[in-house]
């Protein structure tokens, strides 16, 4: 297998995984577990492959260790206000960054930078209707802030760097 098809096909399951956890998330305010680590397993599996194809090996370490980090991140805060946001968008962030981080650890960070300022205009309207305990639907603005980054980066260099 080519890097350039295991790629690709990272970012097609991606792909499912997002059209998915949006759907759900704004039908029911639910984002499977099953769905999330079954698209992370594949992902993590063609990104490996990649990394074989391409003979780096230290890719992948780097990959995961970037993931490991905005993992670390996400679950503290996530144990420091619990009702913030949901552990389905917690798995969601990780998957992202799961296959972001297969081109550096600084594009992670900006998706879920463009993700928060996606959510942003729908929380600010549902706080005002519903007051500050109301909760957001954050996987539709997760999912577009990875693509937008996601495009981003495929426009500038392609993805096999």
């Known amino acids: 297998m080519s890097a350039g098809i295991g790629i690709w096909a990272a970012i097609g399951a991606w792909s499912l995984l997002a059209a998915h956890a949006t759907w759900t998330d704004l039908r029911s305010a639910i984002i499977s577990r099953r769905a999330c680590w079954a698209a992370g397993i594949a992902i993590a599996s063609l990104l490996g492959c990649s990394t074989i194809a391409l003979g780096e090996p230290g890719r992948c370490l780097r990959t995961l260790a970037s993931t490991a980090a905005i993992a670390a991140v996400t679950e503290i805060a996530y144990r420091i206000r619990p ?33 928060a300022v996606a ?22 603005a997760l999912a577009l802030g990875t693509a937008l980054t996601l495009r981003t980066r495929l426009a500038t260099v392609g993805p096999v760097p």
Request: with cysteine; hydrophobic share 55%.
């Open 83 to 115: 009702n913030a946001i949901g552990y389905g968008d917690i798995r969601l962030i990780i998957v992202n960054s799961l296959l972001l981080s297969w081109w550096g650890p600084a594009w992670p960070w900006w998706a879920l930078a463009a993700g």
């Open 119 to 140: 959510a942003w205009p729908r929380a600010f309207m549902v706080t005002l209707r519903k007051g500050r305990g109301a909760t957001v639907r954050c996987a539709p």
